[in-house]
C-alpha cells in the first residue's frame, strides 16, 4: 500500500524558514513527478511546486525566488524548502506524487502538513 507521509510543518515568524519533507514507501517502483500544494482556508488548493524525476522544476509565481522543491530518489523523498515566509503562505501543505508501484500507475496524496507564517 503506497503512502505518501509529510513532515515539517508548523509555526513561523513572517520572515522565517521551514523545510517540508515528504516520503514514499509501499512496494514501490518508481516515482514520476511529484509535487507541493497548499490549500488556505476558504480558497481552492493551488499548485506550489513541481519537480520531475529528472529534476526539472517549475514554481507558483506566488513563491518564486523564496521556495525550493528537491528531491532524494534513492530515499523516495520529496522536500519544499521555505524561505522568507509570508502570512499568506500560511496552508496546509500536501504532497502530491505519481507513482508506480505492485499497482499501475496511479496519482497519491499525502494527510497535509499545516504551515502557519504569523505576522
Known amino acids: 500500500q503506497v503512502q505518501l507521509v509529510e513532515s515539517g510543518g508548523g509555526l513561523v515568524q513572517a520572515g522565517g524558514s521551514l523545510r517540508l519533507s515528504c516520503a514514499a514507501s509501499?512496494?514501490?517502483?518508481?516515482?514520476?513527478?511529484m509535487y507541493w500544494y497548499r490549500q488556505a482556508p476558504g480558497k481552492q488548493r493551488e499548485l506550489v511546486a513541481s519537480?520531475?524525476?529528472?529534476?526539472?522544476?517549475n514554481y507558483a509565481d506566488s513563491v518564486k525566488g523564496r521556495f525550493t522543491i528537491s528531491r532524494d530518489n534513492a530515499k523516495n523523498t520529496v522536500y519544499l524548502q521555505m524561505n522568507s515566509l509570508k502570512p499568506e503562505d500560511t496552508a496546509v501543505y500536501y504532497c502530491?506524487?505519481?507513482?508506480?508501484?505492485?499497482?499501475?500507475?496511479?496519482?497519491?496524496w499525502g494527510q497535509g502538513t499545516q504551515v502557519y507564517a504569523s505576522s
Open positions: 502530491h506524487a505519481v507513482i508506480r508501484s505492485t499497482l499501475p500507475v496511479q496519482y497519491y
Open positions: 519537480i520531475t524525476s529528472g529534476g526539472s522544476t
Open positions: 509501499g512496494g514501490i517502483f518508481s516515482i514520476n513527478d
